[in-house]
């Protein structure tokens, strides 16, 4: 066999996580369930988070009042608000579970 029987497995295991309490259900189950919290343990949880599609406004709305630039950027900022909140509500549930945690060099592919 080429596997050694002691070796640790390497395993990527993707949780997708969004506002839903379902979501942190499920990322609280793979904690608990599926992570093995050994210090030989090789595996690697990637949390996905996928912003919802922009809405596509024209330039005028539908009573004809004009979106501003101003207004466009609020709503994309909100939009990435959402996302850094999830993603921290979910390292924090990661972090509680695991002490030896590591975060990914990117914050946005945590």
């Known amino acids: 066999m080429a596997d ?3 070796a640790a497995k390497e395993r ?3 949780v997708a996580v969004d506002e839903s309490e379902e979501s942190m259900n499920a990322l609280s189950w793979c904690l608990k369930n ?4 050994t210090s030989s343990s090789k ?4 949390l996905l988070y996928v912003k919802p599609p922009r809405v596509v406004y024209s330039a005028l709305d539908g009573t004809g009042y004009l979106f501003s630039s101003d207004i ?5 900022k909100y939009s990435n608000d959402i996302a850094d909140c999830v993603i921290e509500k979910a390292k924090r549930m990661c972090r509680e579970q695991f002490q ?3 975060g990914g060099d990117n914050d946005r592919a945590w």
């Open 34 to 37: 599926v992570l093995v919290s």
């Open 12 to 14: 990527r295991i993707l």
């Open 4 to 6: 050694d029987m002691g």
């Open 43 to 46: 595996d690697t949880l990637i």
């Open 100 to 102: 030896d945690v590591k």
């Open 72 to 76: 466009m950027e609020t709503m994309q």
